[in-house]
């Protein structure tokens, strides 16, 4: 038995070493081959996938083993590939790169070249495992990016842990938007026809689906991340404010839109509320600190969908304050003015410790910001109001008609510094800022000379239609405020024919009276607190302020109404500041100017068909006088109000 034994293991060894002698015959080149020195510089071949192992403890078939994993086909190999290379995760602690394109580097994030560090999937990978599975496929790409997005902290799970460095800041992102987005980015710079459609479409579909599920799932399933300060953050940044971003926000918005998992409501109104929050935090005056914010918005208000939610996320419904306009998004560009609430002090002026040359570069600065304010909230909406079908001009119209109806209010408070009931009502600088907002959009209307035909697409019936009970019927008809308590002009005798209400009136109508309820509103009671300002500031510049100030350091009386003829002071610029601002002086002045060609032809005919009545003739006529008897007496009120103001204190202007 010895013997046999021994003749076995020399056997096995002489035929092993037969073999290995073969074998580097095989490789080694012949002696005289012309060729040898031309093999000999070729480079090594590359890296081989790794050989399936042989458990020996497992049952075999006759001349088989059976391996420890799956055989790894090309299809599923560049699916792997594709996964590290986007996606920056793996399920092998010893991962190779195969890459065989081209490394991109993303944002200076990096590449998933060789040596780069994935982050580890261990719960995945183990259950890969089970199946005797090293890579990750399309079926588990969901359950792989899930895992990724709810570790704890993704640079612990780094590997391999001797590698280069290079690219691992984009690997461990432990923000999910971020991480999201530059995955978005790393797709993108694939190149076309070497990727199949279906696979970079299967991981742009992953991205967007957890997006969507991060930004309506609760924050606790992912570590308490604040997903929707991550999304504002981000694409108010300076590496969020470009094309890609444009493109990835639009593309998000379809596929939600498009989706059956949550609304666009649900997605949107946190994003907005968050945005609220950033600019209430922003003071007056730092427009340019706005426009990263406005931009953001315009991005996603060029999507219809999302910009039918913008005007759904302003709807408050019946009953509620006037004030509560203001906590809106877009209450809160509004409100962005000079003039301080009732309560607070005007703290953008210092009179009695700044020259007057200071003084009229702070009224030139906040006439700027003015201005930029409101042209970038009128750069936002302009686009939105010209969307095909109309639907959000008309949401519109009703957010302005709701916003007055709950301002009403506003008129019937005594005119006065301390008024009462001021906290139920929006602010002045927020009306006034709304009115400028109106102007603008009228102004294309307005701007060309006013005795053109063009105020004849004016309907003045309009004052007499009933509000339609629904939405729907609103909307069709163009009505959404009603004028029925305005007092109008001229009253007609009893047994007089009234003018006829139409079917459907044109947005321009509406718009036009409504910017003039609005100017009313704002302008108005401005004004009248103005005057009575100046008022009390006569009366204090008649106490001999020189003297007051000598007699200050020593009597407390003295000095208690030097600070507050200060205070009055700086709230007298701020106001003066503001409605002397030139756009919004010149536009005013052109509505006001085509209202008044407009009362002229009223008082003369009962048509509105051309032409226009240009010689205005005096004549008394015994026929009624059914146009103007529509047009409520605040058009007559706004223009001389507006004359009266710019009169006495914005000298040259009219």
């Known amino acids: 038995i010895l013997l046999l034994n021994r003749s076995a293991m020399d056997l096995a060894s002489g035929g092993a070493d037969d073999q290995n002698s073969q074998a580097a015959e095989a490789t080694a080149p012949a002696p005289d081959n012309p060729f040898a020195a031309l093999f000999s510089q070729l480079p090594p071949p590359p890296p081989s996938l790794p050989a399936p192992r042989c458990d020996v403890t497992a049952p075999q078939e006759e001349g088989k083993c059976v391996t420890s994993q799956q055989p790894l086909s090309n299809e599923a190999y560049e699916v792997n590939e594709l996964v590290q290379r986007v996606l920056l995760f793996t399920v092998e602690e010893n991962h190779q790169s195969y890459s065989r394109h081209a490394s991109q580097d993303v944002g200076g994030g990096g590449s998933s070249g060789g040596g780069q560090q994935l982050v580890m999937l261990s719960e995945l990978s183990e259950t890969l495992g089970r199946v005797n599975q090293t890579w990750i496929d399309l079926e588990h790409l969901q359950e792989a990016v899930f895992q990724r997005l709810t570790l704890d902290n993704p640079a612990q799970c780094l590997v391999p842990e001797s590698a280069s460095d290079y690219g691992t800041s984009d690997a461990a992102e432990s923000e999910i938007l971020p991480y999201l987005y530059h995955c978005y980015l790393r797709l993108g710079c694939e190149r076309a026809g070497s990727i199949q459609d279906s696979w970079l479409a299967a991981c742009r579909d992953v991205v967007f689906t957890n997006c969507l599920t991060c930004l309506v799932t609760p ?71 706005l426009t990263p914010l406005v931009s953001l918005l315009s991005t996603l208000l060029s999507e219809q969908p999302a910009a039918e939610v913008f005007f759904a996320y302003h709807a408050l419904g019946e009953g509620v304050l006037g004030r509560a306009y203001e906590g809106t998004l877009m209450g809160a560009l509004l409100r962005k003015s000079s003039i301080p609430n009732e309560n607070e002090r005007a703290d953008l002026f210092r009179p009695s410790s700044q020259s007057k040359a200071e003084i009229e570069r702070q009224e030139e600065h906040i006439k700027t910001s003015l201005e930029a304010g409101h042209r970038l909230l009128f750069d936002l909406l302009r686009p939105v109001l010209k969307m095909g079908g109309g639907g959000c001009k008309d949401l519109f119209h009703q957010w302005i008609a709701d916003c007055v109806r709950a301002n009403e209010g506003r008129t019937k408070l005594r005119a006065g510094l301390q008024s009462g009931g001021e906290q139920e009502f929006a602010s002045d600088g927020f009306f006034l800022n709304l009115a400028c907002l109106t102007l603008r959009l009228l102004h294309p209307f307005t701007a060309p000379h006013p005795s053109t035909d063009a105020v004849l697409k004016l309907r003045p019936s309009y004052t007499r239609g009933q509000v339609p009970a629904v939405q729907d019927e609103r909307d069709r008809r163009g009505l959404h405020y009603s004028f029925a308590k305005e007092t109008c002009l001229v009253a007609l005798p009893e047994d007089a024919p ?50 007051l100030r000598q007699q200050s350091r020593t009597d407390p009386r003295a000095e208690a109404l030097l600070t507050r003829f200060d205070r009055s002071m700086a709230r007298f610029l701020s106001v003066r500041a503001a409605l002397n601002e030139p756009v919004f002086t010149g536009m005013a002045l052109d509505m006001l100017k085509t209202t008044a060609v407009l009362l002229c032809h009223c008082a003369q005919t009962n048509s509105m068909d051309p032409p226009l009545r240009r010689p205005v003739v005096l004549r008394r006529t015994e026929e009624p006088l059914r146009l103007l008897a529509c047009l409520p007496e605040l058009l007559l009120q706004n223009i001389s109000d507006f004359i009266m103001y710019n009169r006495r204190f914005n000298e040259g202007h009219i």
């Open 219 to 289: 924050a606790e399933l992912y570590g308490g991340q604040k997903v929707h300060e991550q999304f504002v953050d981000l694409f108010t940044s300076a590496d969020g404010n470009n094309d890609n971003a444009h493109t990835f926000i639009t593309s998000l918005v379809q596929f939600i839109h498009t989706s059956e998992e949550a609304t666009l409501s649900e997605v949107l109104f946190p994003i907005f509320a968050v945005m609220t929050t950033q600019i209430d935090s922003i003071e007056f005056g730092f427009t340019h600190r």
């Open 498 to 547: 009234k003018l006829e209400t139409e079917d459907v009136y044109p947005s321009l109508t509406e718009m036009f009276f409504l910017a003039h309820k609005v100017f009313n509103l704002a302008f108005n009671r401005i004004h009248s607190k103005f005057s009575r300002l100046i008022q009390e500031l006569h009366r204090m510049e008649s106490q001999n302020l020189n003297q």
